[in-house]
């Protein structure tokens, strides 16, 4: 038999070397012998005949010659010239025989308008076109593959529905576009699967999937097809609210966690607890302590647990480590229903070099540059976005935008982000490369960031995003419009790393060091602030929190109690790595459980029941929270008295009475009949103090309310005389005189301003 279709173009798909299969394979209007014939060609290895069936009438059977011994059919159809619909009865070697659809009769399922968008970078569902999404074409039930692979000289996608053997699902490349696409038909969820691509040179690599939403358990990486519009959410009214929320006149108390080592199963092995475990263990612990939010370190899917989620390889995966991606909405759904928002690290800083990852994806530096100076972190071991190519910031921004609608986060925390704007970031003179201006800044993540903070705000109110930036740059929270990164709000990484330099000196040097208490304040509305003891302090030799006190144990925890007392009541959004609200003394190791066992302690016990205390009575008070962007919340009583290493201050709220009036010693000495200034006249009530005796400390408390005096004291008008407890905070409230004068006096001092 003569073939109508080229030795050479055969050997193309026998080779797996065509970049566009569908135009050799499947039925094709052909001239054969001077004649309209039609022509249905397959490429079938392990099949030993091939028929041809006319789906419209059945009785109409068309043998195939197998034209090549390693499975190339043809079957010439002389007495049809027009297309029609069929199917194929493929008798294999070991006897079983198919009748399905042909893969190659299904029109590309990513339309021209898709790739326009995604091509434009502005595609931001692009995640409903890109990757396996199961679907339903001309009646047929099945799986739309799709990758985008633009330097790959051919893509096959194979899993467990195809014995892993790519050669009979060669996939077409789409135009210019650069992805690659292919229909599969009888693909079902849970299916595994890869893309196996060949460059260029030859070489062939097995890559997950960069938008798979399901991922097989490390050390194996096969994606997995999942269908994400089955679950069933009950969280409308919190989404409703959400989009009401005024997070900078409102309390956010922040639980920040590793999934993987919160809570484990000793008994199990020291299991991992699931999704839906953590859903009524960790959010019944949150609900109970008074956080407001819980933080996620990274759970998109990651290879290596040392990493803690910093080096994913499955963006768009929820990791499996703890369950189905229906079980993190389960989790999520939980938090919702409970009053708990959900943030979520996010990494589009960079990416590891696993081989089925990101990295060098067809063949070439695709995800990162090819340049290293521009493209990797040699510190880290891992590749640098590009940042300015559509495609790539397509994947990331779709990205966010993916965990926003499909597993409703309430907000996005960017890793890393001083690694992103600065080409020189760890890199020694000669390792990097100025940007077009010759500086150091890189354009193209700046504008990444911004584009991104915009589309997330624009098209879902209420949702956060969190700068970690550990430098000055100017406006990181500040809007787009005005030139700004856009983010909600920004890590104080140099308030932490005061306030931590502070607390580790031993009182008897602390007045030395007083400036690392006050400083702080200069720069406190310079940006939208979350005050943050993150996981990065509680590891790699740094000591946990109550290790880094000093003293003996009364001291560590008086210390540390005193130091909460000052962080929750300074300007600012608040944070707390697990472990540190129970006074856990080793370490975080991801390898194990934080240690719950210490609240068999009395010291411990102590500690987590202030912490409780704490919380509440500062998600109470709105003088702590409803003016925090605004220098007019805050004022110095006592800045100065760096030789008693006492602070105090005064947190004003959003009507004028609402005053919070903080007096901190961070020395063991106490004080009797210490005076305070006080701004208003009227009586002063102890609503807190670190200590009270039921929370470990020696006792020196003020019972009852004190009123004050008209006397001038620390450059205020009105003064109260308590005693000062010894390495400890104590915080008061005003039951005022007068709130008609109060009202006067702060109506002055607002036109003063003016």
Same mark, same amino acid.
């Given at each position: 038999?003569i073939?109508?279709?080229?030795?050479?173009?055969?050997?193309?798909?026998?080779?797996?070397e065509?970049? !566009?299969?569908?135009?050799?394979l499947?039925m094709?209007e052909v001239?054969?012998?001077?004649?309209?014939?039609v022509?249905?060609?397959?490429?079938?290895?392990g099949a030993?005949?091939?028929?041809?069936?006319?789906?419209n009438?059945?009785?109409n059977v068309?043998?195939?010659?197998?034209i090549h011994?390693?499975g190339f059919?043809?079957?010439?159809?002389?007495d049809?010239?027009?297309?029609?619909?069929?199917?194929?009865?493929i008798?294999?070697w070991?006897? %079983?025989?198919?009748?399905v659809?042909?893969?190659?009769?299904?029109?590309?399922?990513?339309?021209?308008?898709?790739?326009?968008?995604f091509?434009?970078?502005?595609?931001?569902?692009?995640?409903?076109?890109?990757g396996?999404?199961l679907?339903? #074409?001309?009646?047929?039930?099945?799986?739309s593959?799709?990758?985008?692979?633009?330097?790959?000289?051919?893509?096959?996608?194979?899993?467990? /529905?195809?014995?892993?053997?790519?050669?009979?699902?060669?996939?077409r490349?789409?135009?210019?576009?650069?992805?690659?696409?292919?229909? #599969?038909?009888g693909? #079902?969820?849970?299916?595994?699967?890869?893309?196996r691509?060949?460059? *260029?040179?030859?070489?062939?690599?097995?890559?997950s999937?960069?938008y798979? /939403?399901?991922?097989?358990?490390?050390p194996q990486n096969?994606s997995?097809?999942?269908d994400?519009?089955?679950?069933?959410?009950?969280?409308?009214?919190?989404?409703?609210?959400?989009?009401?929320?005024?997070?900078?006149?409102?309390?956010m108390?922040?639980?920040?966690?590793?999934?993987?080592?919160w809570?484990?199963?000793?008994?199990?092995?020291?299991?991992?607890?699931?999704?839906?475990?953590m859903?009524?263990k960790?959010?019944?612990?949150?609900k109970?302590?008074g956080?407001?939010?819980?933080?996620l370190?990274?759970?998109?899917?990651?290879?290596?647990d040392?990493?803690?989620?910093?080096?994913?390889?499955?963006y768009?995966?929820?990791?499996?480590r703890?369950?189905?991606?229906?079980?993190?909405?389960? /989790?999520?759904?939980?938090?919702?229903?409970?009053?708990i928002?959900?943030i979520?690290?996010?990494?589009p800083?960079?990416?590891?070099?696993?081989?089925?990852?990101?990295?060098r994806? +067809?063949?070439?530096?695709l995800?990162?540059?090819?340049?290293?100076?521009?493209?990797?972190?040699?510190?880290?071991?891992t590749?640098?976005?590009?940042?300015?190519?559509k495609?790539v910031?397509?994947?990331?921004?779709?990205?966010?935008l993916f965990?926003?609608?499909?597993?409703?986060?309430?907000?996005?925390?960017? +890793?890393?982000?001083?690694?992103m704007?600065?080409?020189?970031?760890?890199?020694?003179?000669?390792?990097?490369?100025?940007?077009?201006?010759?500086?150091?800044?890189?354009?193209?993540?700046?504008?990444?960031?911004?584009?991104?903070?915009?589309?997330?705000?624009g098209?879902?109110?209420?949702?956060?995003?969190f700068?970690?930036?550990?430098?000055?740059?100017?406006?990181?929270?500040?809007?787009?419009?005005?030139n700004?990164?856009?983010?909600s709000?920004?890590?104080?990484m140099?308030?932490? *790393?005061?306030?931590?330099e502070y607390?580790?000196?031993?009182?008897?040097?602390?007045?030395?060091?007083?400036? %690392?208490?006050?400083?702080?304040?200069?720069?406190?509305?310079s940006?939208?602030?979350? @005050?943050?003891?993150s996981? !990065?302090?509680v590891?790699h030799?740094?000591?946990s929190?109550?290790g880094?006190?000093?003293?003996?144990?009364w001291?560590?925890?008086?210390?540390?109690?005193?130091?909460?007392?000052?962080?929750?009541?300074?300007?600012?959004?608040k944070?707390?790595?697990?472990g540190?609200?129970?006074?856990?003394y080793?370490?975080? +190791?991801?390898?194990k459980?934080? !240690?719950?066992?210490?609240?068999?302690?009395?010291?411990?016990?102590g500690?987590?029941?202030?912490?409780?205390?704490?919380?509440?009575?500062?998600?109470?008070?709105?003088a702590?929270?409803?003016?925090?962007?605004y220098?007019?919340?805050?004022e110095w009583?006592?800045c100065?008295?760096?030789?008693?290493?006492?602070?105090?201050?005064?947190?004003?709220?959003?009507?004028?009475?609402d005053?919070?009036?903080?007096?901190?010693n961070?020395?063991p000495?106490?004080? @009797?009949g210490?005076?305070?200034?006080?701004?208003?006249?009227?009586s002063?009530?102890?609503?807190?103090?670190?200590?009270?005796?039921?929370?470990?400390?020696?006792?020196?408390?003020?019972?009852?309310?004190?009123?004050?005096? %008209?006397?001038?004291w620390?450059?205020?008008?009105?003064?109260?005389?308590?005693d000062l407890?010894?390495?400890?905070?104590?915080?008061?409230t005003l039951?005022?005189?007068?709130k008609?004068?109060?009202?006067?006096?702060f109506?002055?001092?607002?036109?003063?301003?003016?």
């Amino acid at each position: 038999m003569i073939s109508t279709v080229s030795i050479f173009e055969m050997n193309l798909i026998i080779n797996c070397e065509h970049k !566009d299969p569908h135009t050799i394979l499947g039925m094709h209007e052909v001239l054969h012998d001077d004649r309209e014939v039609v022509a249905v060609r397959a490429f079938l290895p392990g099949a030993k005949e091939l028929y041809v069936i006319d789906k419209n009438q059945e009785k109409n059977v068309y043998k195939a010659e197998k034209i090549h011994e390693d499975g190339f059919f043809e079957a010439v159809i002389d007495d049809r010239h027009e297309w029609f619909e069929y199917l194929f009865h493929i008798v294999y070697w070991d006897g %079983n025989e198919r009748v399905v659809p042909d893969i190659y009769s299904f029109q590309p399922t990513v339309g021209d308008y898709d790739r326009y968008l995604f091509g434009a970078g502005n595609h931001y569902e692009i995640y409903n076109k890109l990757g396996a999404n199961l679907c339903e #074409v001309n009646g047929v039930e099945g799986a739309s593959f799709a990758v985008w692979a633009p330097n790959a000289k051919s893509v096959c996608v194979i899993g467990s /529905f195809n014995y892993w053997d790519g050669r009979g699902t060669q996939m077409r490349v789409l135009g210019n576009s650069g992805i690659w696409e292919i229909f #599969v038909p009888g693909v #079902v969820e849970f299916d595994r699967y890869k893309f196996r691509i060949k460059d *260029n040179n030859n070489n062939v690599v097995d890559k997950s999937d960069p938008y798979g /939403f399901h991922m097989e358990t490390r050390p194996q990486n096969a994606s997995i097809v999942y269908d994400l519009g089955v679950y069933h959410w009950k969280d409308e009214k919190w989404i409703k609210e959400r989009e009401e929320y005024d997070p900078y006149r409102t309390p956010m108390n922040i639980y920040e966690v590793q999934l993987g080592s919160w809570m484990r199963v000793p008994e199990e092995e020291n299991r991992f607890l699931t999704y839906r475990e953590m859903a009524d263990k960790l959010v019944k612990y949150v609900k109970k302590m008074g956080y407001t939010h819980i933080e996620l370190l990274p759970v998109s899917e990651y290879p290596y647990d040392g990493s803690w989620g910093y080096q994913v390889t499955g963006y768009y995966a929820p990791t499996s480590r703890y369950g189905e991606p229906d079980d993190f909405r389960y /989790f999520v759904d939980c938090c919702h229903r409970k009053g708990i928002g959900v943030i979520m690290d996010w990494v589009p800083g960079h990416f590891p070099k696993d081989a089925n990852g990101l990295a060098r994806f +067809d063949g070439t530096a695709l995800y990162e540059h090819e340049d290293w100076r521009k493209g990797e972190h040699k510190e880290w071991g891992t590749y640098v976005f590009n940042y300015g190519r559509k495609e790539v910031s397509n994947f990331l921004i779709a990205n966010a935008l993916f965990w926003i609608k499909e597993y409703h986060i309430d907000g996005i925390r960017v +890793d890393a982000v001083a690694s992103m704007l600065y080409l020189d970031y760890c890199r020694k003179e000669g390792e990097w490369v100025p940007n077009e201006y010759g500086g150091r800044e890189n354009i193209e993540a700046v504008e990444f960031l911004k584009h991104m903070n915009s589309v997330v705000k624009g098209m879902y109110k209420g949702v956060l995003t969190f700068a970690e930036e550990s430098t000055e740059w100017e406006g990181v929270t500040r809007g787009v419009d005005r030139n700004g990164l856009g983010f909600s709000f920004k890590w104080n990484m140099g308030w932490m *790393n005061d306030f931590l330099e502070y607390m580790k000196k031993d009182p008897i040097y602390r007045k030395y060091h007083h400036n %690392n208490l006050t400083f702080g304040i200069t720069y406190a509305y310079s940006e939208n602030f979350v @005050l943050v003891l993150s996981h !990065d302090e509680v590891v790699h030799m740094k000591g946990s929190m109550i290790g880094k006190m000093p003293g003996d144990t009364w001291q560590k925890f008086a210390n540390l109690r005193a130091g909460y007392g000052f962080m929750y009541t300074y300007p600012g959004k608040k944070l707390l790595f697990m472990g540190n609200d129970i006074g856990q003394y080793s370490e975080w +190791d991801e390898k194990k459980s934080i !240690d719950w066992h210490v609240l068999e302690n009395d010291f411990n016990m102590g500690l987590n029941e202030y912490m409780r205390d704490l919380f509440k009575f500062y998600r109470k008070e709105g003088a702590l929270w409803e003016r925090d962007t605004y220098p007019e919340g805050f004022e110095w009583i006592e800045c100065d008295d760096a030789a008693n290493s006492v602070v105090s201050y005064v947190r004003h709220g959003a009507k004028p009475e609402d005053i919070v009036v903080v007096v901190c010693n961070f020395t063991p000495k106490t004080e @009797l009949g210490y005076n305070v200034g006080v701004p208003y006249e009227g009586s002063y009530k102890e609503m807190l103090n670190s200590d009270d005796v039921k929370y470990g400390g020696s006792g020196v408390v003020n019972k009852k309310a004190v009123k004050s005096r %008209n006397e001038h004291w620390n450059r205020c008008e009105h003064c109260i005389t308590i005693d000062l407890p010894p390495l400890a905070t104590a915080i008061f409230t005003l039951t005022p005189a007068s709130k008609t004068k109060i009202a006067a006096k702060f109506a002055e001092e607002e036109k003063g301003e003016e």
